[in-house]
């Protein structure tokens, strides 16, 4: 069933890049998921535009921060485009009500990574789970409501 919901996601992205638009593809929207990374135009995502996938927001990783696009959350879903802008390996983490997913390790110079997660009301936490960058201040919380 996995794999179903994956290739949903995938070829609601793939969708969502060729400019097609479309509809729901009745994927379950309640379940976190990570796809691999996908091409950006050379201007880079936009930041809060909505997408096939919700809302896009962008996370710069680098020493030992991370940078969200955006600070104000609604319910809905999210997009995060995850961007490893520093010279260690990072990797992004988010937990809250219903949410429990992270993005596989990106290496400096990496291909980003997109992770779409369903934001319900309620406080999240979000961090590198990558040794021990969550101590060093790679660790904030975000309140949707």
Not at 2 to 13: F, G, S
Request: glycine letters at 12%; proline letters at 7%.
């Amino acid at each position: 069933m996995h794999r179903h919901r994956m290739a949903a996601v995938l070829l609601a992205a793939g969708i969502g890049l060729a400019g097609c638009g479309g509809s729901d593809n009745g994927a379950t929207p309640s379940v976190p998921t990570t796809t691999p990374p996908a091409a950006t135009s050379a201007a880079g995502p936009t930041s809060g535009a909505p997408s096939a996938s919700g809302t896009t927001v962008t996370a710069d990783l680098s020493e030992f921060t991370i940078t969200l696009s955006q600070r104000t959350f609604t319910p809905g879903t999210y997009t995060f485009v995850v961007r490893e802008q520093g010279q260690v390996t990072h990797a992004l983490a988010i937990k809250g009500p219903g949410v429990s997913e992270q993005t596989t390790s990106i290496r400096p110079g990496g291909a980003e990574q997109r992770m779409t997660v369903t934001l319900r009301a309620g406080t999240y936490e979000i961090w590198c789970p990558v040794g021990n960058h969550k101590a060093q201040g790679m660790d904030l919380t975000i309140t949707v409501a």
